[in-house]
């Protein structure tokens, strides 16, 4: 392939001089980063001055309006240098030209000031117009017409070239450490917006008419005309005599405006904290309670645990409910507390300004414990795969509660007898009833298995089922100084409900505990006392 | 602070003054005389999350009636007791208006008379348990007794729940009904 030739071809079409190292297929960074010495070395004596007399034109034009000379010209009468504008590139739309590229910097500058970052390394992203895949594949084109040898798959991306120039010296204007996105947890996008880009897309609706009146027939499934795919679709099987056959295509067209940054998006990689909540309140829901909007419950575990970290980050409610999301291995009642070692949970923080130190994840447990409500003794930075462990381990772990019941009367007796001062009385021979009951054979690992179908008090959210499952373990014990009241350490599999199980909710749980009981019997108080998952684990 | 020191028995409530299962999470509400039919008295008892379940009020006839009976969820033409519901939107499960039968309960006297279920809604699952132990709705009907549980939109619900009588408003009629005698 004849180098000099194609950058020639190249420079004679429109395009800038990193594009023609693209077209090159030139791919080593630091190519790029030199750009106008490699240039140099692929360009001919003769296309060189020609070249370069028009590069100065480039380079001397954008430095006065730097340097504010745009004022003086503004009331002088010279209207010749305004016409002298640099002459956009018709490949990359001026993407990858030097001269444009204050703008852009300006607006990431603007963005990383207010989001205020922590972070001393970024990767970055180009959202680029989809003009240029059209112009790219034009050029092509021409260039395979020209060299019968140029192979259609030379062109190194816009994107690799566009990190490698502009992303370089971005890296100077914002000093930080350019990384690749698998690396660097903070992205800058920079959304590149060419304004002419509808009228030039409208050729693709005659070279490939077929496909977009498809896409119009099918408006609701293709809300967007003209995406990616469906402008790479309709290119790829063009000819370069199809193309010239539409009206100005003859040749590349001339770019009136360059491509304009229209936003700098910033972004941090989510970080995740896991931690252990131990919950003291019989009168804290574990998720804000809202009835119609309504608030039951003045707080909740989830917001004692936000409160803290939206302090440390300075977010306002609203960032709170959009950056900070709370996840659990399973939940408890509202009157349920969860005690022992307390119960598995992580918390997502979106776009963090930085990851926290262990200082601070110290200090955030001590704001969260201080209220007496709920206590967390040690949070630590989490992966994203240690989260499905927290959300399987809600199905699979087993679970141990302390209940305290009450002994209502005999199977057969009076209902409705429920106060203190009924005679009724837990027996030795209840306690040990209740202790020796199984419904299981002698050998299983769990000693009763029930039947629960959908509790009235969810059955309005989730649909009718009867669900089976295992209470391996229950001991009761008496209370001392009250006849009436026992109570019962029970392991269950995840998922029992352990309330309906105990009152027998109108024998909707079979069998329960007055099945092992021998009489009916109510709850009145439920403590989980371990979530037996081990998480999270300590790197 | 350590967790330790919390104990259930740090949580003994106030025990001349509990409340039933039924009592903490349902309020009942009350018909009498339905389609006109002295002592045809009906409770629902609404939870707070809007599932009702249908079952008889104490001053209903059938209280006072000693005689063997069974409770018959086959009411002609539809069977109860196929009632089955599908999804968190309970598709699929009977249309209940005011007036629909929801079981029959056969005297060994030959007496009938059916339970209207009251309101508008979707059945979402009759008490099975009541046709091997009728007794059930005899002695405990506020409870394991229950006739049906049935599910209406928060409209219908909320409207039914402010039509029918309170406990109080009830415990008055009966009074009424009681003195005029």
Redesign the interface.
Known sequence: MDNKAIVKFCKEVGCCDICCLRYLGLKNPATYENYKEYIHKYTESGVEVENNSEEQQITSNPVDNINGNKDVNGCDDEPPKKKKKISICVSCLGILQEENWSECFNMVKETLEKKRYECSTFACALSAPIATLLRDKAIILHLSDAFKDYKEDTLTPLKEAWKWTFGVKLAEQIGMTLDSGAISPLLITLNMEYPDEPQELEILKKLSPSLFQERQKQRRRFTVEFTRPSVEQAMDKISLEQLKGVDKWNKIPSVDIEAKCVSAMCVHAPSYLGGRYIKLSRELPQTPWLIKGKRMMESSVQEILFEPIAKVFDLTPEDVDHRLKFMSAGREDVDVRCLGDGRPFAIEITDPRRDLTGDELKRVCKEISKGGQVIVQKLMHVSRNELSELKKGEETKCKTYEALCIKLGNENAEPNILNGKTPVAVTEEDIQRINEYRNTEAGDEARIVVKQRTPIRVLHRRPLLTRTRRIYDVVARRVPDYPQLFTLTIRTEAGTYVKEWCHGEFGRTTPSLRDAAGFRADILALDVTAVLLDWPRPQ | ?K?MD????D???D????K??TER?FSKRYLINVDGIKNNDMMIMF?S???A?LSLAPSHSFFSKDENYKINFNIGKIDRLNNS????S?KGGQLLSPKSVICKIEFSDESVFEVPCCMKGTL??V?E?LVQNPL?LK??PD??G?IA?M?ASIAISEATKSELLTHEEYIKCIDCSVNKQ
Do not use: A, C, Q
Not at chain 2, 15 to 18: K, V
């Open positions: 602070m967790t919390f104990n259930i028995l949580s003994i409530p025990l001349d003054n509990l039933t299962f999470y939870h999350n809007r599932i379940l519901v599908k999804g968190k309970k979402v699952e008490n348990e059930l002695n405990m409870s394991d229950f549980i599910l």
